[in-house]
């Protein structure tokens, strides 16, 4: 077994070779899947390394991302997100709210009043109809943006397809019983951009996150985080834990219909991102690209075979997953 990618207070985040999976006899694959699915069951958390998804790949693609966050302020909001259904498009930072504070009440009240310093923009797949990517003018800069994002999303969908397949096997069913749940790729692909901000921001206002704690909501999220770190996962004991960047790795979790999907054996876990651990007076910008998976809209989600053992141990009424999914959206924005 490899080192865990993290290891501390009793939070276990695994580092695993996917290429084992993928091209191991059946042993080593049985092996890798088992611990993908342990990782997935204690943390929710894991590091996956030898991906399909090569690296120059994965670095043209940041770039791109990056040329995207820097057009015109007008440009980014012309092709702005706009409902949950839709769940497409750019979302603009809130704007900084930066006092000197006393009162821990007024604290907590900034605290959760503190908007997030980040701004994102969101991919669908490109088939769904009635909602069509607000794609940006392909000018200058941005020439090749759409093919490098449609190229990236498909490829992301191919992994969401193995890594649940990676989990039937761990869970000892049908290698290929998540296919047809998760076949269509109704999935969202998420450009973050955290822009540079004064370390005193953090300090001045102690609710100040760069992204707030949250749970993801679909299947599984596969994370690529560039090297500037502050992700932070909670340990079973209730702390914030850095979940370091390993370079050319990608975080994948577990999102809430996975958990409940899998009657809760499979844990969905609360993450965020805050100051990079690094000392800096001005922390340069981060970039991220979340991939969040998520079951065919269509499927109906009800537990696993083999996460109970009768039918009064269900924990869950069966629900559909689009219906779920916008539910949870439309809380959020
Ligand atoms: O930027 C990151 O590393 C985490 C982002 C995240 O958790 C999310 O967008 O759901
Ligand atoms: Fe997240």
């Known amino acids: 077994m490899e080192k865990a990618a ?27 899947a088992k611990a993908i699915l342990h990782g997935f069951q204690t943390a929710g958390f894991i590091y996956l390394k030898n991906i399909p998804i090569q690296p120059d790949f994965r670095e043209h693609v940041f770039n791109t991302s990056a040329k995207f966050f820097k057009l015109p302020k007008e440009k980014k909001l012309e092709v702005g997100w706009t409902t949950p259904e839709a769940n497409r498009g750019y979302s603009a930072p809130g704007r900084e ?8 009440a007024e604290i907590e009240k900034i605290r959760s009043a503190a908007p997030d310093i980040k701004e994102s923009y969101e991919i669908g797949r490109e088939d769904e109809p009635g909602h069509p990517n607000p794609w940006p003018a392909e000018q200058d800069e941005l020439v090749g943006f759409k093919s490098t994002m449609n190229n990236f999303f498909d490829q992301c969908k191919a992994l969401h397809i193995e890594v649940m397949r990676a989990i039937a096997v761990g869970m000892g069913i049908d290698a290929h019983y998540f296919d047809s749940f998760v076949d269509v790729g109704d999935n969202i692909l998420r450009l973050l951009h955290y822009p540079a901000v004064k370390s005193e921001v953090f300090k001045v206002n102690p609710g100040q996150v760069r992204a707030g704690e949250h ?11 560039d090297s500037r770190g502050g992700l932070q996962v909670k340990s079973p004991n209730g ?11 990608v ?10 999907w899998s009657n809760d054996t499979i844990k969905s876990t609360v ?19 979340a991939y969040f998976c998520n079951p065919n809209h269509k499927s109906y989600i009800e537990a696993i075979p083999g996460t109970y053992a ?8 069966g629900i559909n997953s689009g219906k779920y999914l916008v539910q949870r959206l439309a809380a959020t924005y």
């Open 6 to 32: 993290v290891n501390e207070d009793g939070l276990v985040i695994p580092l695993i070779d996917f290429s084992k999976f993928l091209e191991g006899d059946e042993t080593l694959k049985l092996e890798t």
């Open 310 to 317: 009768a039918e009064s141990e269900k924990k869950y009424e």
């Open 271 to 289: 993450h965020r991102v805050v100051e990079p651990p690094k000392q800096e007076d001005v922390h340069p910008p981060r970039y991220s690209i």
């Open 239 to 249: 702390q914030f834990i850095d979940a370091t960047p390993i370079e050319n790795t």
């Open 215 to 225: 749970t993801d909501y679909g299947s599984i999220t596969l994370l690529f985080q």
């Open 97 to 104: 709210k930066v006092t000197q504070l006393t009162d821990p």
């Open 251 to 260: 975080v994948v979790n577990a999102g809430d219909l996975l958990a409940r």
